[in-house]
């Protein structure tokens, strides 16, 4: 199988007990029925301790937390049974966690959640471009039913997203505008390979970018600059903790402009653009990026700290499958079409509305 990797993804090594946000915590750890079977076996104190904290929720093993955290975590805050029976002996989430792995057929992408403190650390103190490193595994491709075109067109199209992202002799903002545009192009012919490359070919074009934000600066954009629609979108998602609604209220208008905002951008670009793969909804994934850029932003400004922005965004929106498709499909809502984006993007946003 071809795999794909950030260019950081050697340099990550959980912080174990020094976390200051574990993963053994907040969500429900879902224990896999492999990972029960050895839970099961395991003899004495250790084994009662595992079974004791495990339940069952919507027909899932699992761990039941207590008082927000994994009852097994020590005082020191590691892992009894990474201490005792070795990494190897950990459900796939736990083993796994914070790496998360796409599979299309014969491709196989991985990227470390930014959820996590260390890898959200690595991805957001960079100031270098992000990459990413191609090799092989010896995993057979998985059998699929996708299309092969689109997905051709989809991989050349994300380098596009990625170099209009990544170009830095412009603001962040009008970068995410030219990304919406491209996006929404190819959403409406996705299924016609030789328009694709010619929007791909025409959007690689410096002299075109120019054109296209000077035609996106004359249009006459109705919508109004609030906030409010995002909010609202948070607000009706499901929420793991107190802290985001409330964030949610203090939310403000905001210009994204940083190398960590453009990090963070070409993070999700990488996660899900692909995943038009299995829907065809380009617009949607496109959309759903700069709409979670600009959240973070937003956060960043009531936090102080774009590393815990993106960490509490990721956790709440980024590991709910309910609230990501939430996210996805209010993006053919019209307080989220291209223009009501357009014009967050655009204009001179004041600080507070
Ligand atoms: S959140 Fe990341 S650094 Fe912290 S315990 Fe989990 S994997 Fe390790």
């Known amino acids: 199988m ?4 950030p260019d950081y993804y050697a340099d990550f090594h959980c912080l174990a007990g020094g976390c200051p946000d574990t993963c053994c915590g907040q969500w429900e750890i879902v224990v896999d029925p492999a990972a029960k079977a050895r839970y099961d076996s395991v003899p004495g104190p250790l084994g009662e301790q595992i079974r004791a904290a495990l339940t069952t929720v919507d027909g899932e093993d699992c761990m039941v937390l207590v008082n927000g955290r994994c009852p097994l975590l ?3 805050g590691l892992c009894p049974i990474v201490a005792q029976l070795g990494e190897d002996f950990l459900s796939t989430t ?21 959820s996590c403190p260390e890898a959200a650390r690595l991805l957001l103190e960079r100031e270098a471009p992000l990459t990413f490193i191609t090799g092989t595994d010896e995993q057979p491709p998985e059998p699929n039913d996708l299309d092969g075109t689109l997905v051709h067109i989809l991989l050349e199209s994300r380098e596009t997203a990625f170099a209009l992202v990544q170009d830095r002799s412009r603001p962040l903002a009008d970068r995410l505008a030219l990304l919406l545009c491209f996006a929404q192009r190819l959403d409406q012919h996705y299924d016609n390979d030789r328009l694709c490359r010619q929007f791909s070919a025409l959007y690689c074009d410096p002299n ?3 054109r296209q934000l000077a035609r996106i600066r004359r249009l006459r954009l109705p919508h ?4 409010h629609p995002l909010q609202e979108l948070l607000q009706s998602m499901e929420h793991l903790s107190a802290q985001f609604p409330a964030q949610i209220d203090r939310m403000k208008a905001v210009s994204p402009n940083s190398i ?8 999700f670009l990488f996660r899900w653009w692909l995943k038009a793969a299995c829907s ?4 949607r994934q496109a959309a759903a990026v700069v709409v979670s850029v600009l959240a973070v932003a937003s956060l960043t400004e009531n936090l102080g700290d774009v590393q815990l922005a993106a960490r509490l965004y990721s956790k709440e929106v980024e590991h709910s ?4 498709d939430l996210l996805r499909k209010a993006m053919d809502l019209p307080q989220f079409s291209r223009n009501a984006l357009l014009n967050q993007l655009t204009q001179e946003v004041p600080h507070a509305i």
Do not use: K
Request: aromatic residues 12%; hydrophobic residues 35%.
């Open 2 to 5: 071809v795999t794909r990797t």
């Open 94 to 114: 736990c083993h796994t966690h914070p790496r998360f792995t796409e599979i299309y057929g014969g491709l196989a992408e991985t990227m470390l959640s930014v």
């Open 224 to 227: 109004s600059r609030s906030i």
């Open 280 to 283: 065809g909804y380009i617009w």
């Open 260 to 267: 960590a905002l453009e990090q963070l951008t070409v993070y």
């Open 74 to 76: 020590t005082a020191d």
């Open 321 to 324: 499958e309910s609230n990501l």
């Open 208 to 210: 075109y970018q120019q």
